[in-house]
Nanobody, 126 residues
Framework: QVQLVESGGGLVQAGGSLRLSCAVS????????MAWFRQGPGKEREFVAA????????YYGDSVSGRFTISRDNAKNTAYLQMNNLKPEDTAVYYCAASGGLTIHTIRNYRHYDYWGQGTQVTMSS
């Protein structure tokens, strides 16, 4: 059984930082692409970041580029999302996702991911 379990969300002041973790089990973590998506209130699911298993190449959504960093530790079967300089518009439920068989044309599209975590809430305090 494949499981993705996110952790690290919470309440943070604007300008602050958080690191999300996604622990993966039930699949060979080292050969799947990993990604983070988010969904804010009343919004569609949005691509945040992805990392390829083949090359460790990374991809970012325009709204987070330069502030967020995705990484993976194959020894720990865990992916991370370091979020710096958080803004009110970053408030959302953050989901990690995993899949094989992605391309540079599909890696940003949530519809192509096979496995999902339950999500973790990130909220900016005023």
């Amino acid at each position: 059984q494949v499981q993705l379990v996110e952790s690290g969300g919470g309440l943070v002041q604007a300008g602050g930082s958080l690191r999300l973790s996604c622990a993966v089990s039930g699949i060979t973590f080292s050969i799947v692409d990993m990604a983070w998506f988010r969904q804010g209130p009343g919004k569609e699911r949005e691509f945040v970041a992805a990392i390829r298993w083949t090359t460790d190449s990374t991809y970012y959504g325009d709204s987070v580029s330069g502030r967020f960093t995705i990484s993976r530790d194959n020894a720990k079967n865990t992916a991370y999302l370091q979020m710096n300089n958080l803004k009110p518009e970053d408030t959302a439920v953050y989901y990690c996702a995993a899949s094989g068989g992605l391309t540079i044309h599909t890696i940003r599209n949530y519809r192509h991911y096979d496995y999902w975590g339950q999500g973790t809430q990130v909220t900016m305090s005023s």
